[in-house]
């Protein structure tokens, strides 16, 4: 079974994105963004892949298939080469209205 990576922070800004983070932000690679920085300076793109930002589903502590309890959150802090900035929109557009 494929794992969604639950990562602990955003790639941007550093904030703690927890498990249990209702702002947290995802792309389909799982680059990870915490709101305000998915709907301020990325408005709602993923400056790696250009890929769409959608809120991250939270994985519930435990339940039927094991949840947090047997599939824990990656501890493993992503953080962005450089300064983080609105996807340039000259990618944006060959993605996006090519
Ligand atoms: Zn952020
Ligand atoms: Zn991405």
Redesign the pocket.
Known sequence: MALLDLRPN??????DLPPEAADAFICSYECT??R???EGVLQGHCPNCLGNLVPRPIRPPAGPVGGLAKHPASKKRVNAAGP?TRPDPTNATLVFEG
């Open positions: 955003c790639e941007c800004c550093d904030a963004f915490c305000r920085c998915a983080c």
